[in-house]
C-alpha cells in the first residue's frame, strides 16, 4: 500500500458525460500527478500540482482539467467523454517539490469505461 | 525529447530462471533519475528502485539487481531465481522536465513477465 488513495476505483459512463477523478496523497506529500495508461498510448504523463499549483503540464486534453486543493487533495474532471478516453487514470504523489530525484508514489487507479 | 524503450514486450521463463529485463533510454539531460515499477496483475504501480545519473554502482536488492551503464543509455534489471510472484509487468522510467518546475516520468511500453511454475 503505497498511502495514495483514488476514488472511485471504477467508473462507467457515456460518451459526452462528464467525471470526476479524485486522489488523497501520501501524509506530508505536496506534489501530485495525474497520469493515464491506455491499451494504445501505453503510461502517459498528465499534468503535475504542487502545494496548489500547476507545475508541469504533459499530454492533457484540453477536456481535461486538474486542481489541487488546500488539503492537497487533487480531482481531475474528464468532460466531454469520448470512447477513446477509457482508460486506466492514476495518481501518484511525492514529498519534494517535483524536481528530478522525487520519487513519485502511485495510487491503485481509477479504471474508466466509456460506453 | 526524452524516450525510454523496453524492446521486449514479453518473456515467458520457468520459476527458478533468472531473466533480464532490457531498458534503453535517451535524454539530454545531464542529470536525471531512473526508475523501474512493477505491475502486478491487480493493477497498481509499485515503485522498485530509482537510480540517478551520476551513480553507476551495480545495485542487489534481494534476487533484484541492476546494472545501470550510462555510455550504453541503458538501466537493465535482473530477477535471480524467478518465482510465480514476480508475474508482472515491469516498467522502466525516465524523470524530466524543467529543473525544479516541475517532474515528468516517461515511461517505456513495460515488459510482461510470466513465471510459470
Known amino acids: 500500500d503505497s498511502g495514495v488513495t483514488q476514488t472511485p476505483k471504477h467508473l462507467i459512463t457515456a460518451t459526452g458525460q462528464r467525471v470526476t477523478l479524485r486522489c488523497s496523497p501520501r501524509s506530508g506529500d505536496l506534489s501530485v500527478y495525474w497520469y493515464q495508461q491506455s491499451l494504445d498510448q501505453g503510461l502517459q504523463f498528465l499534468i503535475q500540482?504542487?502545494?496548489?499549483?500547476?507545475?508541469a503540464k504533459g499530454n492533457i486534453l484540453e477536456r481535461f482539467s486538474a486542481q489541487q486543493f488546500p488539503d492537497l487533495h487533487s480531482e481531475l474532471n474528464l468532460s466531454s467523454l469520448e470512447l477513446g478516453d477509457s482508460a486506466l487514470y492514476f495518481c501518484?504523489?511525492?514529498?519534494?517539490?517535483?524536481?528530478?530525484?522525487?520519487?513519485?508514489?502511485f495510487g491503485p487507479g481509477t479504471r474508466l469505461t466509456v460506453l | 525529447a526524452q524516450k525510454v524503450t523496453q524492446a521486449q514486450t514479453e518473456i515467458s521463463v520457468v520459476e527458478k530462471e533468472d531473466v533480464t529485463l532490457d531498458c534503453v533510454y535517451e535524454?539530454?539531460?545531464?542529470?536525471?533519475?531512473l526508475f523501474w515499477y512493477k505491475q502486478p496483475p491487480s493493477g497498481e504501480l509499485v515503485f522498485l528502485i530509482r537510480?540517478?545519473?551520476?551513480?553507476?554502482q551495480n545495485e542487489i536488492s534481494g534476487r533484484y539487481s541492476w546494472n545501470f551503464q550510462k555510455s550504453t543509455s541503458s538501466f537493465n534489471f535482473t530477477i535471480t531465481a524467478s518465482q510465480v510472484v514476480d508475474s508482472a509487468v515491469y516498467f522502466c522510467a525516465l524523470s524530466g522536465g524543467p529543473e525544479n518546475a516541475g517532474n515528468m516520468l516517461t515511461f517505456g511500453g513495460g515488459t510482461r513477465l510470466m513465471v510459470k511454475p
Open positions: 537510480r540517478n545519473s551520476f551513480d553507476e
Open positions: 500540482y504542487y502545494n496548489g499549483e500547476e507545475r
Open positions: 535524454t539530454r539531460d545531464t542529470t536525471y533519475y
Open positions: 501518484a504523489s511525492s514529498a519534494l517539490q517535483g524536481a528530478r530525484a522525487d520519487t513519485q508514489y
